[in-house]
């Protein structure tokens, strides 16, 4: 059974930063797919950035510029650098994985990391 864990949420001032990790209970090589969302109160789930394939990267067309994402496949851990953080990102964020294991897709989500932009 995967597990995703994710860290490094907080409080902090519009215009700062935050780094969020998302450790996997093993090999992150496996997943053909690895991404990071958020859910604000009272809104839906959207896409954050993803990994396309271990090298290409898709990002929230609102959020290009801001936030990066990136992978460590020797720790197990995908991070999300947020720059220029502004009330209206405030959201709990999930990491999310998935994999292929014939014949099915495996979803896997974190239980989400808090972070509120607010001064």
């Known amino acids: 059974q995967v597990q995703l864990v994710e860290s490094g949420g907080a409080l902090v001032q519009p215009g700062g930063s935050l780094r969020l990790s998302c450790v996997a209970s093993?090999?992150?090589?496996?997943?053909?797919?690895m991404g990071w969302y958020r859910q604000a109160p009272g809104k839906q789930r959207e896409l954050v950035a993803r990994?396309?394939?271990?090298?290409?990267?898709v990002y929230a067309d609102s959020l290009k510029g801001r936030f990066t994402i990136s992978r460590d496949n020797a720790k197990n851990t995908m991070y999300l650098q947020m720059n220029s953080l502004k009330p209206e990102d405030t959201a709990v964020y999930y990491c999310?994985?998935?994999?292929?294991?014939?014949?099915?897709?495996?979803?896997?989500w974190g239980q989400g990391t808090q972070v509120t932009v607010s001064s």
């Open positions: 093993g090999s992150i090589s496996k997943f053909y797919t």
């Open positions: 990994f396309t394939s271990p090298v290409s990267t």
């Open positions: 999310n994985a998935q994999e292929f294991q014939f014949p099915r897709s495996y979803d896997y």
